[in-house]
């Protein structure tokens, strides 16, 4: 898998370029706006980093140019954490996610692996959070190696907890994803699959745990050693 | 007078009212002495008129002497007035022909004869009464040969210059003081009004603050001798702009600067495998980026007007804000939680900044409420957001502080830098919202901010 990391701080990207070597990218550092837009357009990266601060230009008008050209890798942006307006332009511009700086690596693997997992992402289909593996093609969940079996709503709703693992799931995107599957005409209230979940997990000994933020959502976590 | 009087406008009153007395008494001094002048010239003539008379009633008797016949009602009025009105003749031989007195009559003895120019004179304490007399002597001719006549009069007979004054204050004088008065209104009437922009000014320098350091003194209308004094002060406001600034860019760049090493160094620390070492290294270069994160806020809420004019759903943002924390919580083994309206609360504002407010007060709440409790944030659909932690609250000793820049309460772990509710306050005032601090319940802390519904 090839990445294009574009950031003009040398340092920052050399440390890219090997933590991201180290688990199996193929890294490309463009150090401008103008040699971004070369490496974009000859060669078809699977994902880019893109750093919104450059040097000779706007790193949105690489996002943008790129959007133009008919590019649909994820480009994950990095701003700063002052510039709120960049992040929703970039957003609006067609980025796919972003980081703020200063930003945890792991995160950031985190995310560039989400992004490749995303439906026509080359990272395949199968999502991995502890011990929990699953198919989203052949929606198959197993944990610890043993297949475990839920119903289609639950399997739903881990699903996207494992695609946003670590990060909050509002109520609201379940409520949306679980719209379009009414098998059953009186369904449960999310809360109930939540329950009927965690007690699957537990039962299957699974190192996640449901987390419910009140008011808002759940996060999927790593159960604390 | 300026060292005791400050006030303009009392002293040109004081002045002014200073400068009608002084006119004032120059015109009744000029008045008095005009009419004494006159009065003095009616009295010369009169005495004059005297002298001729009298000299016309005498003849010659029949020893061939000068002899005064006196008709009767002339000679009672005379003997009448016998003190205040004297008179004495004299032949051309200087005998005394008839004197009314004879302090009069020993008196004439001595002066010379009279010439035919009329001599006026002044006799100070005269006579028995010891008056003030004044009188005129003058040799007229006569059917008995030329004469030496003197009449006098007591003085001080100026009922006349009474008369004249009495009429110049009923029938001119009354109007001075309305005069005056009206005068001295519109004189400090002019004063004030031509205060007026400079009164502006003053209301608009107590505006400048460290948050409105781009305001002037409006220079419109000033008055052209206070001009050099405001001109002065927006140059002077001008270079305190431009250190300021300095001062502020300087804040911004040297956080903006450390961004890139921190980045750098954040991002090599999670390359390392390590022990607790490394965490506790983790841990403090988090709390350095943090630092720099706040200083840049602060850098950027003084530097830049806050556009704080956008609708803002205060739910919304809410649920975004708990969210984007809910595994800072977790990590913390403390948790969050949204409460309140389930609806859109529109509050004008600007959400970045809301959001950063509300990030703030989060954080806080986070690093004093014990582990395993939670952190509630509940939105109130009358445009308010609290957020309410179960720690050891805030005490009231404590609570003027704690907006304050860089102030940390006694005994509170080295947590953070004293910066976050600093930023709230800003953002909060930037708002014109409000905030207030009380007692948790059961216990802990409470903030409460209340937006401007939209």
């Known amino acids: 898998m090839r990445l294009l990391v574009i950031e003009d701080e040398d340092r920052l990207s050399g440390i890219l370029k090997s933590k991201l070597g180290e688990i199996g990218f193929t890294v490309d550092i463009a150090g401008s706006a103008e040699d971004a837009g070369i490496a974009l357009e000859l060669i078809n990266y699977d994902a880019a980093v893109l750093d919104l601060g450059l040097p000779d230009g706007d790193g949105l008008a690489v996002l943008t140019a790129a959007r133009r050209a008919g590019k649909a890798l994820p480009i994950l942006i990095l701003t700063a954490r002052d510039a709120v307006e960049d992040r929703v332009a970039g957003l609006n511009a067609g980025a796919d996610d972003y980081l703020t700086k200063p930003f945890a690596m792991t995160e950031l693997v985190a995310r560039i692996k989400a992004l490749l997992r995303r439906p026509g992402g080359v990272l395949g289909m199968t999502l991995e959070a502890g011990n929990v593996r699953l198919d989203t093609v052949g929606r198959e969940l197993t944990i610890g190696g043993m297949p475990v079996r839920l119903s289609r709503r639950e399997l739903a709703i881990i699903e996207q907890m494992m695609r946003r693992f670590g990060r909050i799931v509002p109520k609201s995107v379940l409520e949306e994803k679980l719209y379009g599957i009414d098998e059953e005409p009186d369904s449960n209230p999310i809360p109930v699959h939540i329950h009927h ?4 997990l537990d039962a299957a000994g699974a190192h996640l745990m449901i987390h419910t933020i009140r008011g808002v959502g759940y996060i999927l976590a790593e159960t604390k050693a | 007078m300026s ?58 008797d029949e020893n061939q002497r000068p002899r005064l016949e006196l008709p009767p009602p002339l000679k009672q009025a005379y003997s009448a007035a016998a003190q205040q009105s004297v008179f004495a003749i004299r032949d051309k031989d200087g005998h005394l022909v008839e004197a009314s ?59 006349l210059v009474h008369s004249i004054l009495r009429e110049f204050v009923f029938d001119i004088a009354w109007y001075v003081p309305p005069f005056v008065a009206v005068a001295l209104l519109l004189a400090a009437y002019s004063v004030r009004r031509s205060l007026l922009p400079l009164r502006a000014a003053s209301a608009r320098a107590s505006a ?11 220079e419109a209308d000033v008055p052209t001798e206070a001009l050099p004094l405001v001109v002065a002060v927006n140059h002077a406001l001008g270079r305190l702009e431009q250190g300021f600034l300095i001062q502020r860019r300087f804040t911004a ?37 943090r630092l720099v994160e706040q200083l840049l806020c602060v850098a950027r809420l003084d530097s830049v007007t806050l556009d704080a ?10 649920e975004e804000v708990v969210g984007s924390m809910a595994h800072l919580a977790l990590s913390a083994s403390r948790s969050i939680a949204l409460t309140g309206a389930d609806h859109p609360v529109l ?10 407010a509300l990030r703030n007060l989060i954080e806080n709440a986070l690093a004093h409420t014990p582990p395993e409790s939670e952190v509630v944030v509940e939105v109130g659909p009358e445009g308010t957001i609290s957020v309410q932690d179960s720690g050891p ?47 948790g319940t059961p216990r802990g802390a409470r903030f409460d901010l209340l937006f401007r519904t939209a």
């Open chain 2, 208 to 218: 400048i603050g460290p948050g409105s350091i781009a305001l002037r003194l409006p």
């Open chain 2, 253 to 289: 760049n040297a956080a903006h600067e450390l961004r890139t090493p921190l980045t750098i160094i954040t991002a090599r620390l999670d390359t390392l495998e390590g022990n607790g070492q490394l965490l506790a290294l983790r841990e403090e270069v988090a709390r350095m980026n």
């Open chain 2, 3 to 60: 060292r005791r009087i400050r006030s303009l406008q009392l002293r040109l009153t004081v002045e002014l009212a200073a400068l009608f007395l002084v006119a004032s008494c120059l015109a009744v001094g000029g008045l008095i002495y005009s009419a004494s002048v006159t009065a003095g010239s009616l009295a010369d003539r009169e005495l004059g008129l005297r002298a001729e008379d009298l000299a016309g009633y005498v003849s010659l």
């Open chain 2, 393 to 439: 609250g805030i005490s009231a000793e404590d609570r003027p502080h704690i907006f304050e820049r860089f102030w940390r309460g006694k005994g509170v772990r080295a947590n953070g830098a004293g910066l976050g509710l600093a930023i709230v306050m800003e953002i909060v005032r930037a708002h014109g919202a409000s905030i207030t601090v009380s007692d």
């Open chain 1, 197 to 200: 979940l965690r007690r699957q």
């Open chain 2, 347 to 356: 509050v004008t504002g600007n959400a970045a900044a809301i959001a950063d």
């Open chain 2, 101 to 159: 007195t004879s302090e009069i009559g020993a008196m004439i003895a001595r002066w010379p004869q009279a010439d035919s120019e009329p001599r006026y004179f002044r006799l100070i304490k005269f006579g028995p009464l010891e008056q003030d007399y004044s009188g005129v002597s003058i040799r007229l001719d006569s059917t008995a040969g030329p004469l030496s006549v003197l009449v006098a009069e007591v003085s001080g007979g100026n009922q």
């Open chain 2, 309 to 318: 004019s956008s609708p803002v759903d205060l739910h919304q943002l809410a």
